[in-house]
């Protein structure tokens, strides 16, 4: 196989997961779980919906 490249750390502009804000942490936890774990978190929180929870709720 042919080397292409090296891949190298991308973080311009991009807050780490320590600083996200607190306001932040639902909405950002739901959009990079991804769309299976989205799946089940929405059926252990039913009848509600995940983005009417906590962080600490959904973790």
Do not use: C, H, W
Not at 6 to 11: D, G, H, I, R, W
Not at 13 to 22: A, L, Q, R, T
Not at 27 to 54: E, H, M
């Amino acid at each position: 196989m042919p080397y292409i490249g090296k891949v190298t750390e991308f973080s311009e502009g991009k807050e780490s997961v320590n600083e996200i804000k607190n306001e932040k942490k639902v909405a950002v936890f739901l959009s990079v779980v991804g769309a299976t774990a989205y799946g089940v978190v929405r059926n252990l929180v039913q009848p509600d919906l995940p983005k009417g929870k906590s962080y600490q709720e959904l973790i």
